[in-house]
């Protein structure tokens, strides 16, 4: 199985290229993290991965552009718990931050991000994503402790 590609959030494919390079480091994808108040981020961080990062810092950190300055911060939190997704055709969907609605190519519904799952497959369907080391690891049948919407969803919600 591979992670659904998105591109960047807040940068460019170039910008990207760029921070990797200077940074030594692998993008992630964007992912929401923790906040000050420990809530999950409503807006997603362009996450990296560092192998062997700078003494006292960690392998994960987040890029995000505020009031025109780009912020960078500890992203070990984006994946420091498991997350759900929803597979088709060996490609595994995950909304990344709340109201994250995503949608598959064949209809497949997930939404929610970390505060919420929300989708119209059943929990034997979903899958659980961890990430160690920087590489993704997916395992069948993801246990999930929160409602689960089965009906047909809005897609203007």
Same mark, same amino acid.
């Given at each position: =199985?591979?992670?659904?590609? &998105?591109? +960047?959030?807040?940068?460019? !494919?170039?910008?990207?290229?760029?921070?990797? &390079?200077?940074?030594?480091?692998k993008?992630m994808?964007?992912? *929401?993290?923790?906040?000050m108040?420990?809530?999950?981020?409503?807006?997603p961080?362009?996450?990296?991965?560092?192998?062997e990062?700078?003494?006292?810092?960690?392998?994960?950190?987040?890029?995000?552009? &505020?009031?025109?300055? /780009?912020?960078?911060?500890?992203?070990?939190? *984006?994946? @420091?718990?498991? =997350? $759900?997704?929803?597979?088709?055709?060996?490609? $595994?969907?995950? @909304?990344?931050? %709340?109201? !994250?609605? /995503?949608?598959? +190519?064949?209809?497949?519904?997930?939404?929610?991000?970390?505060?919420?799952? %929300? @989708?119209?497959?059943?929990?034997?369907?979903? $899958?659980?994503?961890?990430?160690?080391?920087?590489?993704?690891?997916?395992?069948?049948?993801?246990?999930?402790d $929160?409602e689960?919407?089965?009906?047909? =969803?809005?897609?203007?919600?």
């Open positions: =199985m591979k992670l659904e590609n &998105r591109g +960047p959030y807040w940068f460019t !494919d170039k910008g990207i290229e760029q921070i990797e &390079r200077i940074k030594d480091a993008y994808g964007y992912w *929401c993290g923790r906040t108040k420990n809530e999950w981020g409503e807006k961080l362009d996450v990296f991965y560092q192998a990062p700078r003494e006292g810092h960690p392998h994960y950190f987040g890029l995000v552009i &505020r009031e025109d300055k /780009v912020l960078i911060t500890n992203a070990e939190s *984006c994946f @420091s718990q498991p =997350m $759900v997704g929803i597979v088709e055709k060996d490609t $595994v969907y995950v @909304s990344r931050f %709340r109201h !994250d609605y /995503v949608t598959t +190519p064949n209809g497949k519904i997930i939404d929610g991000g970390r505060d919420y799952v %929300r @989708s119209d497959q059943p929990q034997e369907n979903f $899958v659980t994503v961890n990430v160690k080391d920087g590489e993704f690891i997916f395992e069948k049948k993801a246990k999930v $929160v689960q919407d089965n009906e047909e =969803m809005d897609p203007e919600l």
